[in-house]
């Protein structure tokens, strides 16, 4: 057959440790939910539908037919991918997973084995994710895509299912049928079309006819297609609901997947990331203001990073192709924080002094980052550090990295801060140890 690998006469494999690199390296990531969900927009027939945007096919118990005519309306003429990479990338991102396919089947690329597609269902006729992919490339943030195992448009999968799409006690028609032509395609087309890709995020997993060892056999087809693809543990049936981490070798998959939430504490020698939203959708819901505070997120990051993990913060576009302003104005908030204090979150590793009382620490080389939600009245930064040779510490928002008094007394170290803090939502100390 055809053969689709990249580049692999000339390349020798990297180890695990090598392929993940980036990724470690990265912690921080935008999640972008897009498709013909953003057109209802929480509304269907006048009347806002609980729960998730880009499931309300599923929640409005809304017939294929009559769900598919939303693609009519689906003419983002105010996409920009450009616009979209610069502003993750000012946020201080450093990869980007957008929906490929959610739960709906609707594929945001020209997919040559379905109309239900962006070329063909809508009248926008642009390949949303050949432009995203060629702004990534420009600006360096890694393209990753987000695939959902469960198809809801598909007959050979989920919908007979109607009312209920997401009936997990039932088989579906012919699933093998639709994994051999109709997804494993797609992937392929995704995989050959779009450059190399960093992750694929896979989701709908939970379904009960995707079985082990299925998610083992599609990662090692996709590895072959792409040697250095970064798969999320979701490829197979391991995830353990919405904590998403599990230490199992049994199941395929790089990265654990916490959902929602950050895990109280990461799995030593497991990868994860904690995807989350900013309000109470992924997919765009026009009346969902429920917006988490920035010092909630720039928190989140520094916690997730301080127990070893990456974040993957979501937007979930219009269907004019805008990152509503709430979003943005986060984005840029986050932004103007990483600018000052990002040495602080890449290639960070999690706390080696677990949690202390005024916020959090991560870890890299000889430096402890300090991060000060609680920024302390007396002056007097403590921090538990058996053992502590020589110590030194600045301030990270101070260019001229200052020295700050440091005393050793036992296994604490007592650092003496300026009365403000240099950041009102998490302020750095780094904590330079010698021994
Ligand atoms: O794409 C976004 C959501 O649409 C999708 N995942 C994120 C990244 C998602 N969020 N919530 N859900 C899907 C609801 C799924 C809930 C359940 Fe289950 C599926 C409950 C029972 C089956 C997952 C698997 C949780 C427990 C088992």
Redesign the pocket.
């Known amino acids: 057959g055809q053969d689709l690998r990249l580049g692999r006469a000339e390349k020798k494999p990297l180890t695990d440790d090598e392929r993940m690199e980036w990724w470690r390296d990265a912690r921080f990531g935008m999640?972008v939910?897009w498709g013909v969900y953003a057109v209802p927009a929480g509304t269907y027939k006048g009347r806002r539908v609980d729960g998730?945007g880009?499931?309300i096919m599923n929640s409005a118990r809304i017939p294929v037919d009559e769900y598919k005519k939303y693609a009519d309306a689906f003419n983002p003429i105010g996409y920009r991918a450009d616009e979209w990479v610069r502003l993750a990338k000012n946020a201080g991102m450093k990869y980007i997973v957008i929906?490929s396919k959610?739960?709906d089947g609707f594929c945001l690329w020209d997919s040559k084995v379905t109309d239900w597609d962006i070329m063909d269902a809508t009248p926008f006729g642009r390949d949303i994710l050949a432009e995203l992919a060629a702004a990534c490339k420009k600006h360096k943030i890694k393209l990753c895509f987000?695939h959902?195992i469960m198809d809801w448009h598909h007959p050979d999968a989920q919908a007979p299912f109607y009312p209920n799409y997401?009936d997990?006690n039932q088989s579906n028609p012919n699933f093998d049928r639709y994994v051999e032509q109709y997804m494993k395609p797609q992937l392929a087309e995704l995989l050959a079309n779009y450059g190399p890709l960093g992750v694929l995020?896979f989701?709908?997993?939970?379904i009960k006819d995707w079985t082990e060892p299925k998610g083992k056999e599609l990662y090692a087809w996709l590895r072959e297609l792409q040697p250095d693809l970064i798969i999320n543990n979701r490829v197979g049936k391991g995830?353990k609901?919405?904590e998403g981490l599990s230490r199992s070798d049994e199941y395929a998959g790089d990265f654990g997947?916490p959902?929602?939430q950050v895990p109280a504490t990461g799995l030593p020698g497991v990868d994860w990331e904690t995807?989350m939203t900013m309000n109470d959708t992924?997919?765009y819901k026009a009346y969902d203001e429920n917006w988490k505070s920035t010092a909630q997120l720039i928190r989140t990051l520094v916690e997730t990073a301080s127990k070893g993990g990456n974040f993957l913060l979501?937007v979930g576009p219009t269907p004019e192709g805008l990152i509503p302003r709430a979003s943005a104005e986060r984005l840029e908030a986050m932004g103007r924080w990483m600018a000052v204090n990002s040495e602080s979150i890449y290639g960070t590793t999690a706390s080696p002094i677990g949690k202390p009382d005024w916020g959090y620490c991560t870890a890299k080389g000889n430096r402890l980052y300090l991060h000060v939600f609680h920024w302390p009245a007396d002056g007097r930064l403590s921090v538990d550090l058996p053992n502590a040779g020589a110590v030194q510490a600045h301030l990270l928002a101070d260019r001229k990295k200052a020295k700050l008094p440091v005393a050793v007394d036992g296994n604490s170290v007592v650092v003496s801060v300026p009365a403000e803090a240099p950041d009102a939502v998490a302020g750095v100390v780094v904590l330079t140890v010698n021994n």
């Open positions: 999640f939910h998730i880009e499931w929906t959610h739960h987000y959902s997401n997990t995020w989701d709908g997993e939970w995830r609901g919405m997947t959902e929602q995807c992924w997919g979501n």
